[in-house]
């Protein structure tokens, strides 16, 4: 096991090098979102020197808060976060592109965190697939056996223990088809699936559900251009 967690921690060290382009930065230093940043059906805030991820109460969405740039395929996203009581379930990190019509909201691939796990999904082929209509009858409750099945291999969880109260680093990358996961420099898992090879990933959100999760050095990098 010992030997396994080490060839992990060496391949995650090695990504790291690979992801040598920032797209984009923010340490929240500033007393509000900077002109970059876009939201929907958001009450965050910037004060303190960090974001404070708030869902507005009686909202029908949990408050999303982005960053648009260029198409990429393959990113590393890396932002602190700390969970600042039991109200806090989760936060996600979306990787989008909003001139995908083929899912729902141009979602592609997300990680979900929270302090009890980490789930990675394949939302383009998965539960988001407006291709063939699986989103609808997703929604509708009209899945069949087959489809139900289908949707299970398009996600994998895996077990965290995450404190509150306590600043941790995530990083969640895209590489080909593999979206993998570490925090505190550890890594937690990965996973792979089509949709997540997608080409032009060119939003990253940050999704909290739906209060007290705290973020702070948020950053988006991209792979050397050859």
């Known amino acids: 096991m010992k030997t396994i967690l080490l060839l992990l921690a060496s391949s995650t060290l090695a990504l790291a090098q690979n992801y040598t382009r920032t797209i984009f930065s923010d340490d929240f230093s500033s007393d509000a979102f900077g002109p970059r940043w876009g939201h929907y059906k958001s009450g965050s805030v910037v004060k303190d020197g ?3 991820g708030i869902t507005p109460e009686g909202s029908d969405h949990s408050t999303v808060d982005n960053i648009k740039f260029d198409g990429e395929r393959d990113l590393e996203v890396s932002v602190k976060f ?4 039991d109200k806090a379930k989760s936060f996600n990190v979306w990787f989008d592109d909003k001139n995908y019509k083929g899912s729902h909201a141009g ?11 980490v789930n990675l999904s394949d939302a383009k082929t998965g539960g988001f697939d407006l291709t063939g209509g699986l989103y609808d009858r997703k929604k509708a409750n009209q899945l069949t056996a087959e489809e139900k099945a289908m949707l299970a291999t398009k996600a994998k969880s895996f077990p965290v223990s995450v404190s509150l109260n306590d600043w941790h680093t995530l990083v969640a990358r895209t590489k080909g088809d593999e979206l993998s996961v570490s925090i505190d420099g550890k890594p937690v898992g990965s996973f792979k699936s089509p ?5 032009t990933k060119s939003l990253v959100s940050l999704t909290t559900n739906q209060v007290d999760v705290n973020y702070d ?5 991209a792979t050397a251009k050859p």
């Open 50 to 52: 960090m974001l404070v």
């Open 82 to 85: 700390r969970f600042v009581s």
């Open 107 to 117: 979602h592609i691939c997300q990680a979900s965190i929270s302090p009890k796990g």
């Open 195 to 199: 949709g997540i090879t997608h080409e």
């Open 217 to 221: 050095d948020f950053s988006i990098k």
